[in-house]
Nanobody, 121 residues
Framework: VQLVESGGGSVQTGGSLKLSCVVSGWPYTAACLGWFRQAPGKEREKVTSIYTGGRSTYYSGSVKGRFTISTDNAKTTLYLQMNSPKPDDTAMYYC????????????????WGQGTQVTVS
């Protein structure tokens, strides 16, 4: 299993940015897919997650209404649409995947990408 993020970069406050995460080698028919972030000196924070078997989603309070998680029809690419980002959203963003015996609220994931940096100024 491999997860590869892309799409990070610099964005101005109030702008938009879309992150992608390609999931390859997934042996299951569904998954919990999530986006996490970690800023320097801070603990890792779960941002949002989606269950691909039923399309249920979870958002942290800090991003609800501004960020949107989605997948492509093949469910091999995970997206994070970031609208109206704020400087507090600056962090390394990671995508993660968990086999389908999962629940949206869980924090522990088995598979992780290498991360993509997002800087909001």
């Amino acid at each position: 299993v491999q997860l590869v993020e892309s799409g990070g970069g610099s964005v101005q406050t109030g702008g938009s940015l879309k992150l992608s995460c390609v999931v390859s080698g997934w042996p299951y028919t569904a998954a919990c897919l999530g986006w996490f972030r970690q800023a320097p000196g801070k603990e890792r924070e779960k941002v949002t997650s989606i269950y691909t078997g039923g399309r249920s989603t979870y958002y942290s309070g800090s991003v609800k209404g501004r960020f949107t998680i989605s997948t492509d029809n093949a469910k091999t690419t995970l997206y994070l649409q970031m609208n109206s980002p704020k400087p507090d959203d600056t962090a390394m963003y990671y995508c993660a995947a968990e086999p389908p015996y999962c629940w949206l609220g869980q924090e522990e994931y088995t598979y992780w990408g290498q991360g993509t940096q997002v800087t909001v100024s």
